[in-house]
C-alpha cells in the first residue's frame, strides 16, 4: 500500500508541473573541490590532463538556472507554442553564461575573462581586435549580444549536412517505445517510499541499485535499436559488467503535493572513500521570463560560425592530421 500511495503522489506532483505554462528551476551539483579532485583521481588521468583547481572550484559551486514559457501548459506544448526560453549558468563570483530566445533572437552574455582564467587560456585584450571583429569585441567584454535564432539554425543544419547528414533525432513513436520500456523497468526494479513532514512537506524515495537498473533498462530498449538514428549506439551488458551496483536513491521532496525539489545522492557510485559529497540537486523555482536585453549588439552569423575569436574559419585542407527519459503510470 506504501508503494501505490508513494507512487501515486509522485506522478500526480510531475503531471501537475505539466499544466503548468511557465517553468523555472535550478540545477547544482552537491559537491566539494576535494571530492571532484578525488574523483578526476580514481580515473587516472595522464600527467598534466587532471582537473585543475580553478575548474574544481567552478563546478563545486556553479549552478544552472532555466526557465521555460509556453503560450500553452507544457504537456501540450510543441516547439511552436514556445514563448521563449532562458539558461544561465552562475557561480559565487557571479554569472559565468547566460543565453535568452525571445521572438526571433537569441541573445548570450558570457564572463570570457572567468572562463579563459577557467580553461587556462586567457583570452585576447578587447582592445586588440582589429575593427572588423566587429561584435566579437562585445562579446569578450563581456556585454549581450544577439542573433537571429532561424538563421542560426539553417547556418547549423547546413553544416551538418556538410559533415554527412542531420542530427540523430528520435521521432514520437520511438520515444513512445522508450518511455514504455522505462515504466515496465522502474515498476520492476525501483522501490518507492513516502515519509510525511510539517506544513504540508512530504518525502518520496526512490532507490534501485544502478547496474541492475541500467542493465534491466538497455535489455527492454534493445528490441527498438533498429529504431534508433545512427550513432545513437546502446552499451552491451558486457559494457555495464564493471559498473557500480550500488544502490542510488532520489529523493522528492512535495510541498502541498507539488514538486518543489529532487536531490540525487551520486556518492556510492564513486566507490572511492575520498569522495564524501557527490550529488546531483534540482530545485524547483517561481519566476518569469525574462525579457529581451537592450542594447544587445547584432552578432554576423559568420562570426559566430567561425568563433569567438572573430577569426577566419579553417578548411579540413589547412588541418594538419598526421599522426593523429518521468515516472511510469505502472509503477505503483
Sequence with gaps: MEQLSAGRKLEQAFEELGKEKTLSFEVDLDTDAASLKALDASSDPE????????????????????????????EKSGEKDLVGTAMKLSTP?????????????????????????????????????PPEAGAMKDVLQGKWVKFNTEEMNKAAAEEQ??????????????????????????AREVEFKTTGGEDGTEHVTATAPFRTLVTELLGEIRPVVKDLPPGMELPTAKDMKDAPDAKVTADFTLKNGE???????????????????????????????????AGATTLDMSELMNGFLGGPAMSDAEIDTTGLDTIPQDAY
Excluded at 563546478?59 to 509556453?70: C, D, E, P, R
Excluded at 549536412?161 to 533525432?169: H, K, L, N, R
Design 161 to 186: 549536412d556538410t559533415e554527412g547528414g542531420a542530427a540523430p533525432s528520435l521521432d514520437a513513436q520511438t520515444q513512445k517505445k522508450l518511455v514504455k520500456a522505462l515504466r515496465k523497468v522502474v
Design 259 to 293: 514538486l518543489s525539489q529532487v536531490h540525487i545522492d551520486l556518492a556510492k557510485l564513486a566507490e572511492n572513500a575520498k569522495v564524501k559529497k557527490l550529488g546531483l540537486t534540482l530545485r524547483m523555482r517561481e519566476g518569469t521570463l525574462p525579457g529581451a536585453p
Design 47 to 74: 600527467p598534466g590532463e587532471e582537473i585543475p583547481d580553478e575548474v574544481a572550484e567552478l563546478l563545486s559551486g556553479a549552478k544552472i538556472t532555466v526557465t521555460v514559457q509556453s503560450k500553452k501548459p507544457l
Design 93 to 129: 563570483d557571479g554569472d559565468l553564461f547566460e543565453y535568452r530566445v525571445i521572438g526571433d533572437y537569441t541573445y548570450l552574455r558570457a564572463d570570457m575573462d572567468a572562463m579563459g582564467k577557467t580553461m587556462g587560456s586567457p583570452l585576447p585584450d578587447p582592445d586588440d581586435l
